[in-house]
């Protein structure tokens, strides 16, 4: 079983940066392919981004091509979404999640394992 921690979401203005961090326990978090999701009010969970066990494949969202950027530390046993020029339409409880192949998916039903979410708000 595999259990994710999130952290790092909070208030920011608009064209401001935040780094979200997911800390991973139990698995082999090294096999794992991850993604990060976010979840606005009243709308479904959507994709973001994705990396492979390596971190040598990433994936983005078309939202989010340019201006987030998804790493990982195999040593740390944690993923990193980092976030630039935020908009107010970015604002959404984020996820990460895992699944137990070693490349990312855009698709949540391929996902095995999430986190609990951390908040991130965008004032305009």
């Known amino acids: 079983q595999v259990h994710l921690v999130e952290s790092g979401g909070g208030l920011v203005q608009a064209g401001g940066s935040l780094r979200l961090s997911c800390a991973a326990s139990?698995?082999?978090?090294?096999?794992?392919?991850l993604g990060w999701f976010r979840q606005a009010p009243g709308k479904e969970r959507e994709f973001v981004a994705a990396?492979?066990?390596?971190?040598?494949?990433?994936y983005y969202a078309d939202s989010a091509k340019g201006r987030f950027t998804i790493s990982r530390d195999n040593a740390k046993n944690s993923v990193y979404l980092q976030m630039s020029s935020l908009k107010p339409e970015d604002a959404a409880v984020y996820y990460c999640?895992?699944?137990?192949?070693?490349?990312?998916?855009?698709?949540?039903?391929?996902?095995?394992?999430w986190g609990q979410g951390t908040q991130v708000t965008v004032s305009s």
């Open positions: 999640a895992a699944r137990t192949h070693y490349d990312g998916s855009y698709y949540r039903t391929d996902y095995d394992y």
């Open positions: 139990g698995g082999t978090f090294s096999r794992y392919g």
């Open positions: 990396i492979s066990w390596s971190g040598g494949s990433t």
